[in-house]
């Protein structure tokens, strides 16, 4: 066990990145984001393969090599081995972006257990994994490193019909501050960005310009673009934020602020379902 972290005039301009659920929406932004700083990265999907090849055609066009792999977090433990894969390739991993992600909308009363194993599986489980795959590496290379966990303003707040994924987040942000407790004397910073509404495949808006959609209940009155999600991330990643670390960024356009707010505006019981 070492005294002290690495100093950050000791850790290197990062080289590599991992970005899961890298094959549309925010996983996208973000590769481009850090290729975009010179990074190269590794991309994973599920299904749409086509998307992953969309999102490295865009990491190349930076002047970055991508990678891309398959992974299927409900196949766990054994798929986090894509973190390791797609290490081998790249070369190591500086940077690692769990982004993927899944959830589900009923009442928790009414919820089979098989789709809540499944929420938290994704969600957390998977996270877990791939966090601690990509963090022995890290320590083995002896150059510090990021660790960036995409969870939700539902890591901080409850949605009815959201319970998995609320819990699945929740844990992943508790889970945030233990690892950058244990990760710090490696020189290793770990941090969430919890975004809210963002115009992207997984909220149904996937070709939306947010500026064109009204949100009268978000202080910034729209909803968030991906990009803007990515530039947090990116600045995580950096040497500039190697004195952050456990710390939850919240990219909501205010949301989370209208609690008291929006719940005097409120004029029927609809909310009670998804």
Known sequence: MTDTAPLPSDVDQPRTAIVTGSDSGIGTAVAVALAGGGL????????????????A?????????????RLDLT?????????????????????????AGTGSSELAVEMDFETWRRVLAVDLDGAFLCAQRAARRMIAAGRGGRIVNITSVHEHLPRVGAAPYCAAKAGLGALTEVLALELAEHGITVNSVAPG?????????????????K???????????????????????????????????????GMSLMGPQASSALDNHDWRRP
């Not at 990265?41 to 969309?54: E, L, M, S």
């Not at 999600?229 to 670390?245: E, G, N, R, W």
């Open 215 to 253: 949100r009268p209940g978000v202080p910034l009155g729209r909803p968030g673009h991906a990009k803007e999600v990515a530039a947090v991330v990116a600045f995580l990643a950096t040497p500039a934020a190697a004195y952050v670390t456990g710390a939850s960024y919240v990219v909501d356009g």
């Open 40 to 55: 190269d990265v590794g991309i994973t999907y599920n299904t749409d393969a086509d998307g992953a090849r969309a999102t």
């Open 197 to 213: 509404e963002i115009s992207t495949p997984m909220t149904g808006q996937p070709d939306a310009n947010p500026a064109e959609h």
């Open 75 to 99: 196949r766990l433990p054994e798929a986090a081995g894509v973190v390791d894969d797609l290490a081998g390739e790249l070369g190591g991993v500086d940077v690692l972006v769990n982004c």
């Open 57 to 69: 055609d865009e990491v190349t066009r930076q002047g970055s090599k991508a990678v891309v792999r």
